[in-house]
């Protein structure tokens, strides 16, 4: 890796340093120009060599895979597909390069600048593109040696126009469900190689159900009581707060235990630290109802247990790329009551997710990740068939 490169990667760095103090409203705006600025120059592997197809013998899985994050966990149900397949996968972590908080001490991964091996055949890059820089932090010569594929994901029907731009950068281009696969066709429709559907394969590497001695015992270390009907909500701000909809699952909350009938709300969110404004916002909208209780970084509610303590999991979500959480949850023996709209079908199938109906509404997003994206639509839940669905849930024992 040259010496420009790692500058550049330092800058990178210290420029997501700095957005984490800044205010949402002016962190958005920047953070946009800023993207621009830093992707005017992709890799062009087409320039540089022919364009080169996927071998599968020896890959290089790039992604998050000390994170928290659902991308993250996305990049390791990957590795162990090819793997199945009967490929050798190296783990590569970009967790550090893109100042993503890294909750996992993960020994078996790699770095970029570690990735020497002359058999590689191939590198499958698990980010969007607008984070396809993390390239620069790979040995010019080396990566165009392999096959670059771009794994990416999106949650709206329209993708961001600048992902054409960046598309010279990969080789073949994948996705997790067919929506994101048409999405990508639609965007480039003279892109020469494959655009193909690879999904996270979530029955690759499922969560464990567990027993009803676990549950009892996990709510015992959170002083939950053992015969409270317990709802749950597991998201990222830093996913796009109003995407999330976390306020969506008090009303749905509020809905279903309505004049104090006893019930337990759980929300986890393991990022709140980087976004102070949404935590308050949030906050405010709980109005100190001791019934709902907020887990995050200072006060961390591990997955597994997050799981152990709820009995339905309630994702009022906008739109998900995927939805990883609801196919988790279903395998740990969880109800899952969420929106229909454009999960793929291995989740829609499952027998323990419930998906309700839905209207098609414009994007409001304060944010800003979608500015640019013309008639841009996300869906709005219908709270009251979500809270009819979780009645009934939790009626029948869950």
């Known amino acids: 890796m040259g010496e420009i490169e790692c500058k550049e990667i330092?800058?990178?760095v210290i420029a997501r340093s700095i957005a984490r103090i800044l205010p949402w409203w002016l962190r958005a705006p920047l953070g946009n120009l800023y993207k621009s600025l830093r992707l005017l120059r992709p890799l062009d592997v087409e320039k540089a060599r022919p364009r080169k197809r996927y071998n599968g013998r020896h890959v290089a899985v790039v992604g998050l895979f000390r994170s928290a994050t659902g991308i993250g966990r996305g990049a390791e149900l990957i590795a162990r597909t090819i793997e199945q397949r009967g490929g050798t996968v190296d783990r590569v972590d970009i967790t550090a390069l893109l100042g993503v908080a890294a909750l996992s001490e993960r020994t078996d991964v790699k770095l970029p600048k570690d990735c020497i091996e002359p058999d590689t055949t191939d590198v499958i890059v698990v980010v969007n593109p607008d984070k396809s820089h993390v390239l620069a932090a790979f040995d010019r010569r080396w990566l165009l040696e392999r096959c670059i594929v771009g794994h990416w994901i999106w949650e709206l029907?329209?993708?961001?126009?600048?992902?054409?731009?960046?598309?010279?950068?990969?080789?073949?281009?994948?996705?997790?469900?067919?929506?994101?696969a048409d999405g990508i066709r639609r965007l480039l429709p003279e892109f020469p190689n494959p655009i193909e559907v690879l999904p996270y394969g979530v029955e690759s590497d499922p969560l464990p159900a567990f027993s009803n001695d676990e549950r009892r015992a996990a709510r015992m270390r959170y002083a939950i009581a053992d015969d409270t009907r317990v709802l749950g909500y597991s998201f990222s701000a830093g996913s796009n707060y109003e995407r999330k909809n976390p306020e969506a699952a008090i009303d749905v909350f509020r809905n279903v235990f309505a004049d104090g009938l006893p019930g337990f709300l759980v929300l986890r969110c393991q990022d709140f630290e980087d976004y102070p404004s949404e935590r308050s916002?949030?906050?405010?909208?709980?109005?100190?109802?001791?019934?709902?209780r907020l887990f995050e970084q200072h006060n961390r509610l591990g997955l597994f247990d997050f799981y152990?303590?709820?009995?339905?999991?309630?994702?009022?979500?906008?739109?998900?790329?995927?939805?990883?959480?609801?196919?988790?949850?279903?395998?740990?023996?969880?109800?899952?009551?969420?929106?229909?709209?454009?999960?793929?079908?291995?989740?829609?199938h499952m027998?323990?997710?419930?998906a309700v109906g839905f209207k098609l509404v414009p994007v409001k997003d304060p944010h800003g990740v979608y500015t640019g994206i013309a008639d841009a639509r996300w869906a709005d839940p219908d709270l009251d068939e979500m809270a009819a669905a979780v009645r009934k849930l939790c009626s029948a024992g869950g």
């Open 10 to 12: 330092e800058i990178d």
């Open 308 to 348: 152990r303590v709820i009995d339905v999991l309630v994702s009022p979500a906008r739109a998900e790329g995927y939805g990883l959480t609801l196919a988790e949850a279903a395998q740990a023996g969880v109800p899952v009551v969420t929106s229909s709209w454009r999960l793929p079908p291995e989740i829609l």
């Open 157 to 180: 029907e329209q993708l961001p126009r600048s992902w054409r731009r960046l598309a010279c950068s990969f080789d073949e281009i994948w996705a997790p469900t067919t929506f994101v």
């Open 281 to 292: 916002r949030l906050l405010s909208y709980i109005a100190g109802d001791p019934r709902i």
């Open 351 to 354: 027998p323990l997710v419930h």
